[in-house]
Every structure is written in C-alpha cells, then in structure tokens.
C-alpha cells in the first residue's frame, strides 16, 4: 500500500503527523533536540578505548553495565519481555555514531519528555527502554542493573560535552520522501536485503538461548509503545547500520518503505493501552509520535491490536 | 493376474528409483566420489569423518548444513567461487550428486564447543575481531551473525568453530579484491574481482577487504582454536559478545 502525502490527506490518515514532518516541528516525543548536520571533514565524539577503563571497582561496576548491555536477556531476564538486547539498536555496545550512541544519550539528561510529561532522569530515560523496546518490566532506579547501565554511560561518555546535541547522536532520521512511503516496496526490499537474517516473517534466529538476529516483529520484538514502532526512526536505524557492517547502503525512500512494511506488523500491545480501547490510545500517545500506523486501518486491518 | 502386474509394476518402480540413487549416493560420492572420474573422493582431503585435514587447509564439511554445501558447489561450478583444486570436481558432479553429498555430509556429526569463553576479549587478539568487530571499519562482531563461538546460525552463515585456520584465512583473503585472470579477459574494463563473490548480499566482501592481513590471522587461528568437543553443548552457557 502507497501512502502518499496526498492520498494520507485525503483518507485523514496520519494527518498530524505528516503535517509536523512539512512543518518541520519537533515531531519526536523524546522532546531532545536531534543531532545538527554533520560537517565535511567532523569526526563524530570517541568515546574511550577499552583499555583506558580503570582496573578498580569503578571498572568493575562499568564491566558489568556493558555485560547487561549485550547479554540484557541473559542476564537480567526479570526485566526482559521478549527477545532482544540492548545492543541490537545500539550497535558497536552503545559507541557506534548514528546508532543511538550512549556517549549522545547520557549527557543529555535530566530532559524533559513528552512521553510522560515530565523531566527524566537517565535512569527513568532507561527505564523506558525496559517497559517499550524490551516489552517488559522496567528495573527499580536504584537498582544494581541501572546503577551498572548508568556507569557504563557515564565512562562511555568520558570528555562529552554535557547538554549539548552531539552530531551522531539519535539515528539521524532521513526526512520523509516527497512520495511518502511504500510499504508494498518495503515489502519487497525486506525480503532481498533482510530476510537471510530477520527471517521471513521478522521472527529472528536464535542459537541456543540466544537471539542472534532480534525478531523485528511479532511477540518477541518490540512493543506499540517503543520508539522503534515509528517509521521515522526505525528509517533512521536501518539506513545507517543495515544490512549489518553495511549501513549507509540503502536509499532514503527504501528505507522509509522498509520500515513502514517492518512496522505495519503486529508486535505486543502499547503497555499505555487506555481502557483496551486503540483508538483512545493513538490519540493519546500515537497522534502526535512522529509516523506511525497504530490505530490505523491498513487495507482493511486494523494495526495496533497487539500479539501475545 | 491383476495381483500379478501389481507385483510387477511395484518391482518395477523399485528398480527404477534404486538405480539413479544408487548412482548418486551421498556417501559413496564422499568414499569413491562421483560417476564422473573426475569427481574425486572427498575423504581423500575432507578426511573419512569429514572434519578435513586442517593442517593442509582443507575444510571440515561433517554438519555443515545441506543447502550451504550445495550452494558453494554450484558457485564453483559458475565461477562465482574459484578455486584451482574444487572448480573442475564441482564441476563433474551432477545436480542430483551435489545434493546428495550436501545432504550426506549435513547428516554427520555438528561441531560443537567444550565451553563458551567468559573472558573478556583483549584487544589487537583475534577474540577481539571476532566478539568485539572492529566497527570504525564498519566491520561488525563475526558471532553477531555466525552466532556464540562461531558455531554457525542457519543455512547461510557457517560454522567457524574448530574449522582449519589456514582455510578461513584463505578464504577472507579470497574476498578481497583482486584481479581474477579468467575474468580479466572476459570484462573489457578489466575491473577488480575477488576470487570469491559468492557472500549472500555482499556481506562478506567489504569486511575482508577492510581487515589486515595481521587481522585475518589472528582471527582465522581464534576460531581454529576453539576448543571441539563431542558432547552436547549447554546452551545456556553460550554468550554471543
């Protein structure tokens, strides 16, 4: 299915959002400022070498942040709703520039979200991975596992500038294509570019217990709730880190049309769900999150109802 | 007399689809290769387990699965895989011999590995390349798709653990780019090829070409050195990073 500014407009799809993206307001729900251009000739921030981290109890304590930051399912299984790591959206263990870098993260908060409608700390910031992206439960905010997840930030962060927007920060959304987006052709660039990895319905590939290539949709992916349900930044994410090792490959219209067909499937219901009713919810917290199909009926199907 | 030809026709069937299978049984292929003589034996290099001779760079086949096997075949057949010694051996093996000697050897024993390291890795070690990438090249970590300690995931990302060194060295060597002599005289631009381009969605290629040659030892002699072992793994144990 097309989905065009011209036709959204007339089916009074997506209006706002598409109207925010012409507008160009803030249209991210993470109310942060994104990450400016990146000149010719600037190299994004580096963040410390291995190496360089003490061998003490601040070492450790950093050591164990970047254990649960790759091996999050494993171990810190309490807290984890479905089948993916930290690391699989932020590549290279969080340090990788366009891949929603921790050092582009960290030095950013406190921060006022609209999301919840108040200023956040980097903890509650994280307990919102927890609850979205992991579909689960989020860790207390003086817990081990958050106090480990915030020294890893903070050294990752070593030399950064505080409250100030670092280019590479975020994904680095493309603008929407003049054309809008195709998910009948995001259909067909999944399936030669993704699904050797991702599989054919987006289930992933586990060895043993452990998710190897991260389901992108269905129960063990991502919630309604996550940042990644948008179009906008999943278009982010893939254009610079897919096919993995292969990032910057694919065009900005194949990757808005790859990400609106990654997010037109169902994945587990936005754990904000007003009283089981979609629609109430997509007007609340859908509306006005970028480019989404929650709620939105799409040849026929109502997207948004959720997987167990 | 209707019993009669009953009994015949089923000889009959018997005869017929024993004989083409007979001709392309996988593991005669393996022991006395294929009808072709030019098809040689496998065991003569691959070894009589199919865990191939390690220390002459000849690879380990036994679990490899049926589909990866057959690919690699048909590419040396077209071209897309060179190689001097299993170019003209594919190509004297028939469709139907191919996949009968890809399913023979998927059906022995997989590799498997005694422990999953805990250790961190340490860097410039071939470890490092392995779990850690070496990602300001945009080189991702090689278990994020050959899975925790290489032991292969799917049809298309193979095992690396416990395979011989010298050929997983050859073989990042042979995706780097390089001019290949048959396709010098076949491309009027004589353009680079690598002698191996056969990596499914070129995800191989780039990667090779941007590790050193220090780089590829290291983490040819990583995987090499996995510890193999016999009995079942526990996956639970297994880390990818």
């Known amino acids: 299915m097309k989905f065009s500014m011209k036709n959204l407009i007339a089916v009074g799809l997506l209006l706002c959002a598409t109207g925010a993206y012409a507008a160009g307001k803030l249209d991210d729900q993470t109310q942060l400022p994104k990450a400016p251009g990146k ?107 958050l106090t480990a997840l915030t020294a890893y930030s903070y050294w990752l962060s070593t030399g950064a500038p505080t409250a100030k927007a670092l280019p590479g920060r975020g994904f ?71 096919p993995l090792g292969r990032g910057e490959s694919l065009s900005d219209q194949d990757a808005w049309d790859v990400a609106s067909y990654i997010n037109m499937h169902e994945r587990p219901q936005d754990p904000r769900l007003i009283n089981g009713d979609i629609e109430a919810t997509r007007k609340k917290f859908h509306e006005g999150d970028g480019v989404n199909l929650y709620g939105v009926t799409v040849d026929g199907v109502l997207i948004g109802q959720g997987i167990k | 007399m209707r019993n009669f030809s009953y009994k015949y026709l089923v000889t009959l069937l018997c005869l017929t689809s024993i004989a083409p299978a007979t001709a392309a049984d996988g593991n005669s292929i393996m022991d006395n290769g294929g009808s072709n003589p030019a098809a040689m034996a ?127 060295a050859a073989q990042l060597q042979a995706w780097k780019v390089k001019l290949a002599v048959a396709d010098k005289k076949r491309h009027a631009k004589k353009q680079d090829l690598a002698a191996r381009r056969n990596d499914p969605n070129g995800l191989m290629q780039h990667i090779a070409a941007d590790l050193t040659d220090a780089e590829i030892s290291a983490v040819a002699e990583y995987f090499a050195g996995i510890e193999v072992s016999d009995e079942p793994v526990d996956a639970a144990k297994l880390r990818l990073r």
């Open chain 2, 42 to 168: 496998c065991v003569s290099c691959h070894g009589s387990d199919g865990k191939g001779t390690p220390e002459s760079g000849f690879p380990r086949l036994s679990g490899l699965p049926a589909s990866y096997i057959a690919k690699q075949l048909h590419d040396f057949q077209a071209g897309r895989r060179e190689n001097a010694l299993m170019q003209p051996i594919a190509s004297a093996l028939t469709d139907e011999e191919i996949s009968s000697v890809a399913n023979a050897y998927a059906a022995q024993a997989k590799v498997n590995v005694a422990a999953a390291s805990v250790d961190r890795p340490v860097q410039g070690t071939g470890a490092w390349i392995a779990q850690r990438g070496a990602w300001d090249r945009s080189i991702p970590e090689c278990t994020s798709c050959h899975g925790p300690s290489g032991l292969g995931v799917g049809s298309a990302f193979p095992p690396l653990a416990g395979q011989s060194a010298i050929y997983l």
């Open chain 1, 172 to 242: 680095d959304e493309p603008a929407q294509p003049k054309a809008g987006f195709n998910t009948a052709n995001g259909k067909k660039v999944y399936e030669s570019q993704c699904a050797l990895c991702h599989g054919d319905n987006g289930e992933g590939k586990k060895v043993g217990v452990n998710s190897v290539f991260p389901p992108l949709w269905g129960k063990d992916s991502y919630n309604w709730g996550a940042g990644m349900h948008r179009i906008n930044t999943a278009a982010g994410f893939i254009q610079h880190n897919m």
């Open chain 1, 39 to 145: 000149d010719a000739g600037v190299n994004y921030f580096k963040p410390p070498a291995d190496a360089e981290l003490p061998n003490n109890a601040f070492g450790e304590l950093v050591h164990r942040g970047e254990a649960l930051f790759v091996n999050t399912k494993a171990l810190a299984p309490k807290y984890v709703g479905n089948e993916l790591n930290c690391v699989n959206c932020h590549l290279d263990r969080g340090r990788k520039a366009r891949s929603a870098p921790l050092w582009g993260a960290y030095p950013m908060y406190p921060a006022y979200r609209k999301k919840n409608n108040k200023v956040n700390t980097y903890a509650e910031r994280m307990q919102g991975c927890f609850q979205f992206s992991m579909n689960g439960t989020p860790p207390p905010a003086d817990s081990e596992i």
